[in-house]
């Protein structure tokens, strides 16, 4: 048995003690690989399986974002989407200095399918607890085996990474608990919520689908890096894939939980909305308005954040350098919206009171990955400068430095996505084989965008009537 199969044997005690700085290291006894690199490539195939496990954390677990309905958890869950994508960045990084770890950012079939049945539950709390209760613990624990595993001296560089990422992985799970249901216990498993009852029974059978193929530990013996045939549990424990009896879509709505919602939040009537299209570059209009309607603007970069989303688990043969600028493009999105959500409370504005857009999400979830990425990149980011930049100059006027500063940074992030955009949107069309040129498509995705618009804008009726929600009409108030 070698040591990484021993590791792997053990799985079962997770108190095993992290090694001491320096402790002793545990040779293998009877490696799998074998000649003079063999101890290299046993570590190097176990990073390669983290990177793969990381990079399909970003694929699909983002299918929760527009999923769960409370902005707190879509922002934390971008975050921790940035953060696996750079936990795949340093693997990949840190993997290609070894021998054994392979070229290619290709993810093997066996756990392609469990992270594709990992996104099948109906309920989103549900699907949240097999990511955080099933998935991230054995991300954590793999981690944590791989320090106990490796040579602390001769593995230094991948050592400081994985440090590194079990703190985050600790972190994680401490910021994503109070989103999670109460567990059911055995002692009174009838207390539990029905959510929280199917949670767990969703967790047992997701575990028992990692367990299948060897949980995330060492891949020995050597798991092939070329693709392996789909899990095959044994008939007596094997219900039928989820995945395989049917495809997963895209709800045909993003959730907002407990927020009311409308299609737009911009109009030309300040008795409907609270953005009035022609009070932002009105030179008379006073900056304070000017400033509450951009927060409000800022905050509805949520729908980008929703929208967003939906791109990475269509995309699964995706470059990993796209999925982690994606991620980066996400993050950035759910700061913005951030922007909003916190300062409008300081100036007064109820949030219950505010109404979210759904207009973009219900639009682009009916196009291709590479039309929505077109129309947010190419027509929305690229067109929002001129019309920011007036914005900017008279909140200036305010001295109220927080608001130009975040107004800066985002206009800063903004120029990242349209480079962005023009360096991914030609990849992204050839996975879908799309032959025309980018200038083409674009002005065809725009004419199609403003055909389904008929069809799919407008859709949601305002959730409150006009005495009750954030109007234009109503921040005049709230200023004086
Ligand atoms: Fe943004
Ligand atoms: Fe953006």
Same mark, same amino acid.
């Given at each position: 048995?070698?040591?990484?199969?021993?590791?792997?044997?053990?799985?079962?005690?997770?108190?095993?003690?992290?090694?001491?700085?320096?402790?002793?290291?545990?040779?293998?006894?009877?490696?799998?690989?074998?000649?003079?690199?063999?101890?290299?490539?046993?570590?190097?195939?176990?990073?390669?399986?983290?990177?793969?496990?990381?990079?399909?954390?970003?694929?699909?677990?983002?299918?929760?974002?527009?999923?769960?309905?409370?902005?707190?958890? /879509?922002? !934390?869950? +971008?975050?921790?989407?940035?953060?696996?994508?750079?936990?795949?960045?340093?693997?990949?990084?840190?993997?290609?200095?070894?021998?054994?770890?392979?070229?290619?950012?290709?993810?093997?079939?066996?756990?392609?399918?469990?992270?594709?049945?990992?996104?099948?539950?109906?309920?989103?709390?549900?699907?949240?607890?097999?990511?955080?209760?099933?998935? /991230?613990?054995?991300?954590?624990?793999?981690?944590?085996?791989?320090?106990?595993?490796?040579?602390?001296?001769?593995?230094?560089?991948?050592?400081?990474?994985?440090?590194?990422?079990?703190?985050?992985?600790?972190?994680?799970?401490?910021?994503?608990?109070?989103?999670?249901?109460?567990?059911?216990?055995?002692?009174?498993?009838?207390?539990?919520?029905?959510?929280?009852?199917?949670?767990?029974?969703?967790?047992?059978?997701?575990?028992?689908?990692?367990?299948?193929?060897?949980?995330?530990?060492?891949?020995?013996?050597?798991?092939?890096?070329?693709?392996?045939?789909?899990?095959?549990?044994?008939?007596?424990?094997?219900?039928?894939?989820?995945?395989?009896?049917?495809?997963?879509?895209?709800?045909?709505?993003?959730?907002?939980?407990?927020?009311?919602? +409308?299609?737009?939040?911009?109009? &030309?009537?300040?008795?409907?909305?609270?953005?009035?299209?022609?009070?932002?570059?009105?030179?008379?209009?006073?900056?304070?308005?000017?400033?509450?309607?951009?927060?409000?603007?800022?905050?509805?970069?949520?729908?980008?954040?929703?929208?967003?989303?939906?791109?990475?688990?269509?995309?699964?043969?995706?470059?990993?350098?796209?999925?982690?600028?994606?991620?980066?493009?996400?993050?950035?999105?759910?700061?913005?919206?951030?922007?909003?959500?916190?300062?409008?409370?300081?100036?007064?504005?109820?949030?219950?009171?505010?109404? &979210?857009?759904?207009?973009?999400?219900?639009?682009?979830?009916?196009?291709?990955?590479?039309?929505?990425?077109?129309?947010?990149?190419?027509?929305?980011?690229?067109?929002?400068?001129?019309?920011?930049?007036?914005?900017?100059?008279?909140?200036?006027?305010?001295?109220?430095?927080?608001?130009?500063?975040? !107004?800066?940074?985002?206009?800063?992030?903004?120029?990242?996505?349209?480079?962005?955009?023009?360096?991914?949107?030609?990849?992204?069309?050839?996975?879908?084989?799309?032959?025309?040129?980018?200038?083409?498509?674009?002005?065809?995705?725009?004419?199609?965008?403003?055909?389904?618009? /008929?069809?799919?804008?407008?859709?949601?009726?305002?959730?409150?009537?006009?005495?009750?929600?954030?109007?234009?009409?109503?921040?005049?108030?709230?200023?004086?």
């Amino acid at each position: 048995m070698s040591a990484a199969s021993a590791v792997a044997a053990s799985a079962s005690e997770p108190t095993a003690p992290l090694p001491e700085r320096g402790g002793r290291f545990q040779p293998p006894s009877n490696p799998a690989p074998t000649g003079r690199l063999a101890a290299v490539q046993e570590m190097a195939r176990w990073l390669r399986l983290l990177f793969e496990t990381e990079r399909e954390f970003v694929r699909t677990a983002t299918t929760l974002i527009y999923r769960v309905g409370e902005p707190e958890l /879509k922002y !934390l869950l +971008c975050q921790h989407v940035w953060e696996a994508a750079n936990h795949a960045r340093f693997l990949r990084e840190r993997g290609r200095e070894l021998s054994g770890f392979g070229t290619t950012d290709e993810v093997r079939p066996s756990l392609r399918q469990l992270f594709n049945e990992a996104v099948m539950p109906a309920d989103a709390t549900v699907a949240l607890v097999g990511f955080y209760r099933v998935i /991230k613990p054995a991300l954590h624990d793999a981690y944590r085996r791989y320090l106990t595993a490796t040579h602390h001296l001769a593995d230094w560089p991948s050592r400081k990474l994985v440090e590194e990422f079990l703190a985050d992985e600790a972190r994680h799970a401490a910021e994503i608990a109070p989103y999670l249901p109460v567990a059911a216990s055995a002692s009174e498993p009838t207390s539990a919520s029905p959510v929280a009852a199917s949670a767990s029974e969703w967790s047992a059978y997701l575990t028992t689908l990692l367990d299948s193929h060897g949980g995330l530990h060492s891949p020995t013996p050597p798991l092939s890096l070329s693709p392996s045939p789909p899990l095959s549990l044994s008939p007596s424990s094997a219900p039928p894939l989820l995945s395989v009896t049917r495809g997963y879509t895209h709800p045909p709505t993003p959730n907002r939980g407990r927020f009311p919602t +409308c299609s737009s939040v911009f109009s &030309h009537d300040p008795a409907e909305t609270p953005i009035v299209r022609a009070w932002l570059i009105d030179p008379t209009t006073d900056a304070r308005v000017i400033r509450m309607m951009v927060y409000v603007w800022l905050m509805m970069e949520l729908d980008a954040v929703d929208y967003l989303a939906t791109v990475f688990y269509d995309t699964p043969h995706a470059p990993f350098d796209l999925h982690h600028d994606l991620a980066r493009h996400l993050w950035d999105e759910s700061r913005h919206s951030q922007f909003g959500y916190r300062q409008l409370p300081r100036l007064g504005v109820d949030l219950l009171t505010l109404e &979210h857009s759904l207009d973009l999400y219900t639009i682009l979830v009916q196009m291709t990955p590479p039309e929505r990425y077109a129309m947010m990149t190419m027509e929305f980011e690229a067109n929002s400068f001129p019309t920011k930049a007036h914005v900017m100059d008279r909140v200036r006027e305010l001295n109220d430095f927080e608001a130009d500063t975040l !107004l800066a940074f985002d206009r800063n992030d903004e120029q990242n996505h349209v480079r962005s955009g023009h360096r991914w949107l030609p990849v992204m069309m050839a996975l879908f084989g799309e032959t025309r040129s980018p200038e083409e498509f674009v002005t065809a995705t725009r004419a199609r965008f403003a055909e389904l618009a /008929k069809t799919y804008g407008g859709i949601t009726p305002h959730s409150l009537p006009p005495s009750q929600r954030l109007t234009g009409e109503k921040i005049l108030r709230l200023i004086k």
